[in-house]
Structure formats: C-alpha cells, structure tokens
C-alpha cells in the first residue's frame, strides 16, 4: 500500500499565506528593478551598494563597508564581494579608513556617481509605478514596512 504525503500548510489557499504573497509581489517588483538596471550593466546588488555609498557619503567624510552593511542589512562578506565587483568595474575606489586600521573606506568614482545617478531615477520611477496601485493607502504602506524593517 502505498503512503499518502500530505502538505501540511494551515493554508488553504496560497493566497492566504501572507509571507507567500510577499515573496510573489516581491518577485514582480524585483523583476522590474533587474531588467532596468541589466541595461545600466549593473545588478540590483550592486546599485544598492553604490546608492548606500552615495547616500551616505553626502553625511559622513568616510564611509565604511561596515556602514554599508548596516544600512543596507546585507551581510559584510556579501558587501565585500559586490564592492571588489565594483572596484573591477572603476566604479569603486577602495582605501584603508584613517579613523580605523581594520576598516576599508569606500568611495564613488565620477563614473560610479554617474551610473548611480543614471539609474536612480529609473528605480524611483519602477517603485512609483509599482507601488502607485496601493493609491492613499501607500502612506500606511510605507509606514508598514518600516515597523517591520525595524527602521
């Protein structure tokens, strides 16, 4: 006789799983950023490290991996990769922090500010348009996500 494997979700419907649906809508508005930014011949990684880079530097006279990885809540071994990407592409410029021996400065080229500036509209525009559906509910949306980003 043969035994019976069930599926043991409490949810009837994939559409009642609440982490399900944020990972389909996730899926679509990622989507959306991917091919945007595949024509900039960048990935989405790397567009927000470089945007972190920029955002920050416009407070900090140094910005660090470490502050990267914090803001961004990417891990530091994922930033480290993504940042040696960038530096290959001279969109980077790496130095050792005058503040820390054990830390790495991190700073946009002109051409890393240009492709970062090339490319934030286009990701603001997607998130405008993808987001715009929510109407007047978008406030109490984005204040949402930061109770659960824990911002």
């Not at 809508?25 to 930014?37: A, G, P, R």
């Not at 961004?72 to 940042?83: A, E, F, G, L, R």
């Not at 290959?88 to 130095?95: G, Q, S």
Request: neutral net charge; aromatic residues 10%.
């Amino acid at each position: 006789m043969e035994h019976e494997i069930q599926f043991l979700s409490k949810f009837e419907e994939d559409s009642k799983s609440i982490g399900f649906l944020f990972m389909r809508t996730y899926s679509t508005w990622h989507s959306q950023i991917k091919n945007c930014l595949k024509k900039q011949s960048i990935t989405h990684p790397q567009f927000i490290v470089m945007a972190t880079t920029a955002y920050l530097s416009q407070n900090f006279d140094e910005v660090t991996q470490i502050m990267i990885s914090k803001k961004t809540n990417i891990d530091v071994m994922t930033i480290s990769q993504i940042i040696n990407n960038l530096e290959e592409k001279r969109f980077i410029i790496k130095n050792n922090s005058l503040k820390d021996s054990r830390a790495r400065s991190i700073k946009l080229t002109a051409d890393g500010y240009a492709v970062t500036n090339k490319a934030l509209p286009l990701v603001e525009d997607i998130d405008q348009q993808f987001f715009s559906s929510l109407g007047e509910d978008m406030p109490s949306f984005h204040d949402m996500l930061l109770r659960l980003a824990k911002i």
